[in-house]
C-alpha cells in the first residue's frame, strides 16, 4: 500500500444536480502504483473521461473517495493538489496569442510568486519540459500555429512543467495518425523511466495499450478491472471491452479482430 | 517574456503618451501660447492670469480624468474580455454602466413622477456620481449574485445583457414620462464629458481610480490562466469563484466610478484591448495590462483633443468621437486579422 499514488474506495462518478444523479459508474476500487505507465481502456461514453476528472478534482465524486499519496482528494486544496497531480485535458483552449513557452512557463504558476516572475528554477523545468518531449525548435511559436500532435506535446510538456508526482491526460492520441500516436506513446513511456513519475491516460488505442502499459484499467457496463495487460488476456478480459457482434480478440495476436 | 521588443514599445508609449497629455492641455477653445502654458506647468506665471486659471483649472484636470478614464475603462475591458474568454466583451456588457445610467436617470427623471421630492434637493456636483454610482453598485450585486450561483461564464455574460437592456428599458420609460428640461440634463450626462471636474471631485476619483488599479496586481496570475479555460486554470490551483468575484468586483469598481464622473464613453473599454493585443502580439497580462493602460490613456487623450475642435468655441460630446474611431478600428481589425482572439 505505501507504493500507492493513487487509490478509490467505493467510487461512484455522474452527474448530479439538485433533483437527479446521473451515475455513470459505481463501486469502482483500484490503485495506481510510484512510477507505472497506467491505460485507462473503455468503450465511447463508458465514463473514461467522467473517472479522469472526478480523480483530478475537476468534478465531486457522487459517492465514496479518491485518495491522492494516501490523502483524501477532498482535503487538498487547490494549490496543494497543483503541486501533486497536472492535467492534460481535451478540451481545446481558448483562442489566445500565447507563445508555445508561454504556455508550458504556466506550468509553474503553482511555484511562482504573486505576480508570476520565472526564477532560474521555473527556466530550468520548463527548458527540460521542452526537451524530454522534443518541442524546443517550437519554443516562440503561437499555440495556434502548431498542429495536433505538437500540441500535444506542448501540453504534455506544461503539465511537465508543472512538476508534479501524477499526470493524467484524457486521450492524448485523440485525432493523431498513427505516427504521432506512436510517438505519444513513446514519450509517455520515456517519461515514466526517466523521470520515475506516474502517468495515466485513458486511450483507445488497444493495440498500444498493451503493448506500453505496466497496467490496465478496463472500464464496462458493470465493473472495473485492473491488471498488468497479460493478466487481462489470461483472463479474457478484452472480451468484455466491446459488445461482440463485430469483433473479437485475438489472445494469440493481442489484438481485436473482425468476425 | 522579457522580450526585448516590448521595452521598445514601452518606449514609444510613454513617448506618445506624455506627448497627447501636453497637446491636450494646450489646445483649447482659448489660444495659449505655448510659452505660458510650459510655464504655469513649472508653477511660473503666464502672462495673462485668466490663461493660467484656465490651464490650472480646466486643462490639467481634463486631461487627468482622460488619462484616469481612459486607462481605467481600457483595463476593465480587456478584464471582462479575459474572464469571458469572448473578444466583444467590455465594461458594457456587465450592466454596470447601464445600472450607472440607471441610478442618474432615476435621479434627474423621476422628478416628475414622484413630484418635487427629488427636484427640491438641488442636484450638486455630487449627488450624480452617488446616484451613478449606486446603480452600477446595485447591477454588480444582482451580477455577482447571479454569478455564484450559476458556474458557466457565458451565462453570466448572458444575465448582464439582461441586466443591461433592463435598465435600459427603465430609463426610456422615466425618459417617457419626464419634462424636456430633465430630459435634456440627462441627454447631455449620457453624452459623456471629461471636464466640469474639481480637484475635488478630482481627488475622489483618484482615490478609488488607485484602489481598483492597485488590485489588478492581485490578479495578474488568475488572468493568465485563465488565458487556458476555467479546467486548467483550476488544475494550476486557481481558486476560480474568488478570483471571478475579484475581477468582476473591480471592473465594477472603476466602470462605477469613472461612469459617475465622466459618463457612460463607448467603445473605449472594447476597442483598446485588441489595439494592444496587435502592438504587442502577446497574450501573457503582465505585459498586456500597462500597456493596455497605456494606450487607453493616450487614445482618450487624442480624442479629447479631437472633440474640443480646437480653436473653435464647440465642443462635441467625448461618446461621439470615441464611438467614430471605436468602431471603424474593431471592424478594421475584423478584416485584417480575420479574427479577434482574447
Known amino acids: ?259 | 517574456m522579457n522580450n526585448p521588443s516590448y521595452k521598445k514599445n514601452f518606449l514609444i508609449l510613454s513617448v506618445l503618451g506624455i506627448v497627447s497629455f501636453f497637446l491636450n492641455i494646450s489646445l483649447g477653445s482659448v489660444m495659449i501660447p505655448i510659452q505660458d502654458i510650459i510655464a504655469v506647468l513649472f508653477g511660473k506665471n503666464a502672462s495673462k492670469e485668466s490663461w493660467e486659471i484656465i490651464v490650472l483649472n480646466f486643462r490639467i484636470p481634463k486631461a487627468i480624468t482622460a488619462v484616469m478614464v481612459g486607462s481605467g475603462l481600457s483595463v476593465s475591458g480587456l478584464l471582462m474580455q479575459t474572464l469571458f474568454r469572448n473578444p466583444l466583451a467590455g465594461p458594457f456588457v456587465l450592466g454596470i454602466s447601464s445600472g450607472a445610467s440607471l441610478g442618474v436617470a432615476f435621479l434627474l427623471l423621476s422628478a416628475s413622477l414622484f413630484g418635487g421630492f427629488l427636484a427640491s434637493s438641488a442636484i450638486t456636483h455630487w449627488t450624480l456620481p452617488i446616484a451613478a454610482s449606486l446603480g452600477a453598485f446595485l447591477v454588480l450585486s444582482a451580477v455577482i449574485f447571479a454569478a455564484n450561483s450559476v458556474r458557466n461564464t457565458m451565462s453570466i455574460l448572458i444575465i448582464g445583457l439582461m441586466f443591461g437592456s433592463f435598465a435600459s428599458a427603465i430609463i426610456n420609460v422615466l425618459s417617457y414620462f419626464s419634462e424636456a428640461t430633465q430630459l435634456q440634463q440627462f441627454l447631455f450626462w449620457s453624452f459623456g464629458s471629461l471636464g466640469n471636474l474639481s480637484w475635488n471631485e478630482l481627488l475622489v476619483f483618484g482615490i478609488f481610480y488607485t484602489v481598483g488599479m492597485c488590485a489588478i496586481f492581485s490578479i495578474i496570475k488568475p488572468l493568465n490562466s485563465l488565458l487556458l479555460g476555467e479546467n486548467y486554470a483550476k488544475s494550476l490551483g486557481i481558486q476560480i469563484q474568488k478570483s471571478r468575484n475579484i475581477i468582476l468586483l473591480i471592473t465594477s469598481l472603476l466602470t462605477g466610478v469613472i461612469t459617475a464622473f465622466s459618463g457612460p464613453i463607448a467603445f473605449v473599454g472594447l476597442a483598446v484591448p485588441h489595439l494592444a493585443r496587435l502592438f504587442f502580439g502577446t497574450s501573457n497580462h503582465k505585459t498586456l495590462l500597462p500597456a493596455t493602460a497605456l494606450i487607453g490613456a493616450i487614445v482618450l487623450l487624442i480624442c479629447d483633443v479631437i472633440a474640443q475642435l480646437p480653436t473653435s468655441e464647440y465642443t462635441l460630446p467625448i461618446n461621439a468621437i470615441t464611438s467614430l474611431f471605436g468602431a471603424p478600428i474593431v471592424i478594421w481589425l475584423l478584416i485584417r486579422k480575420k479574427k479577434l482572439v482574447v
Open chain 1, 1 to 259: 500500500m505505501k507504493n500507492n499514488i493513487l487509490h478509490t474506495e467505493n467510487l461512484s462518478i455522474g452527474y448530479a444536480s439538485k433533483k437527479t444523479q446521473t451515475v455513470v459508474s459505481e463501486n469502482i476500487n483500484f490503485n495506481i502504483q510510484k512510477g507505472t505507465f497506467v491505460t485507462l481502456l473503455g468503450k465511447n461514453g463508458i465514463g473514461k473521461s467522467t473517472l479522469l476528472r472526478t480523480l483530478s478534482n475537476i468534478q465531486q465524486p457522487l459517492k465514496g473517495s479518491v485518495f491522492i499519496q494516501q490523502k483524501a482528494l477532498k482535503s487538498y486544496t487547490n494549490k496543494s493538489l497543483a503541486t501533486c497531480v497536472s492535467l492534460v485535458l481535451t478540451e481545446p483552449l481558448p483562442e489566445s496569442q500565447l507563445t508555445v513557452f508561454e504556455l508550458i512557463a504556466l506550468g509553474r504558476q503553482p511555484y511562482t510568486n504573486w505576480v508570476d516572475t520565472l526564477s532560474e528554477t521555473d527556466i530550468t523545468s520548463i527548458d527540460n519540459a521542452m526537451q524530454l518531449t522534443e518541442i524546443q525548435h517550437l519554443k516562440h511559436n503561437h499555440f495556434y500555429e502548431l498542429s495536433d500532435g505538437q500540441l500535444q506535446r506542448v501540453f504534455i510538456a506544461r503539465a511537465l512543467a508543472q512538476d508534479t508526482p501524477l499526470i493524467i491526460l484524457d486521450e492524448p492520441t485523440a485525432h493523431l495518425d498513427l505516427h504521432h500516436t506512436l510517438k505519444i506513446f513513446k514519450v509517455l513511456k520515456k517519461l515514466v523511466a526517466e523521470t520515475s513519475k506516474t502517468i495515466l491516460i485513458s486511450t483507445h488505442e488497444v493495440n498500444l495499450a498493451i503493448k506500453f502499459s505496466d497496467e490496465i484499467a478496463l472500464m464496462t457496463e458493470n465493473e472495473f478491472h485492473t491488471g498488468t495487460p497479460q493478466q487481462l488476456i489470461n483472463k479474457s478480459m478484452f472480451d468484455k471491452l466491446f459488445p461482440d457482434e463485430m469483433i473479437r480478440f485475438d489472445k494469440t495476436l493481442q489484438q481485436f479482430v473482425m468476425k
